[in-house]
């Protein structure tokens, strides 16, 4: 078990909804990275979030955006909502603003319908 | 091009074989690299690190080319619990940006 805990593991929306992914991060680690996967992808990456401000962003529009909290969880907002948001989105956790070893969770499952 | 590539895959191997799989990558400020395994339908983790030098790690070695922008990840001894997907990671520069490739499947046969 990595200790980062993602909630929920499967969800079911409708194209134009708006969704919240949220992410626990290890104990001691201050800064989170999210990934959206697709079948049969690699995880493409998202946004960094390291203590509480962005760190860097892949091509993703807007509408995906995120949020740390003092606590370093960190959650995952996708407004509009489009099919091809369908997929697993990851959450990783690690410590400090470099890329070390990163702990990833379970993942969440989206489906867009 | 993408900025990760991988072998593709998959790779069907006996058990016991020796099965490498190659990774470039096309950011030359590229500053840390990684192998990471997932098996299917679960999560990304941490296979090794990849350092200049060559690290191995039991039955696996990693080699990183800089000049070449490659990187390698030898099997040896292939076991059935290896059957899954290998990716290949680049951290670019800052290092917060972390790029995986495609990833490769491998499936280790009795």
């Known amino acids: 078990e990595t200790g980062v805990t993602q909630s929920p593991t499967h969800l079911i929306k409708t194209r134009g909804q708006q969704v919240t992914l949220r992410c626990s991060s290890q104990?001691?680690?201050?800064?989170v990275s999210w990934y959206q996967q697709a079948l049969g992808q690699g995880p493409q990456f998202i946004f960094q979030?390291?203590?509480?401000?962005?760190?860097g962003r892949g091509n993703f529009p807007p509408r995906f955006s995120g949020l740390q909290f003092p606590n370093y969880s960190s959650e995952l907002n996708v407004n509009a909502l489009e099919l091809d948001d369908s997929a697993l989105y990851l959450c990783?956790?690690?410590?400090?603003?470099?890329?070390?070893?990163?702990?990833f969770g379970q993942g969440t499952r989206l489906t867009v319908v | 091009r993408k900025e990760v590539e991988q072998d593709p895959g998959p790779f069907n191997v006996p058990e016991g074989a020796t099965v490498a799989f190659n990774c470039t990558y096309s950011?030359?400020?590229?500053?840390?690299f990684f192998w990471y395994r997932q098996d299917c339908r679960k999560e990304p983790k941490l296979l090794m690190s990849?350092?200049?030098s060559g690290n191995e790690d039991g039955r696996f070695t990693a080699q990183l080319n800089r000049a070449s922008q490659y990187i390698s990840l030898l099997i040896r001894d292939s076991k059935l619990s290896d059957s899954a997907t290998y990716l290949c990671?680049?951290?670019?520069?800052?290092?917060?940006?972390?790029?995986f490739g495609a990833g490769t499947r491998l499936f280790v046969k009795a």
């Open positions: 990783a956790s690690s410590l400090g603003g470099v890329v070390t070893e990163a702990f």
């Open positions: 104990s001691g680690h201050n800064t």
């Open positions: 979030y390291y203590r509480e401000e962005e760190n």
């Open positions: 950011n030359s400020a590229s500053q840390s």
């Open positions: 990849v350092y200049s």
């Open positions: 990671v680049v951290a670019n520069t800052g290092g917060f940006k972390t790029i």
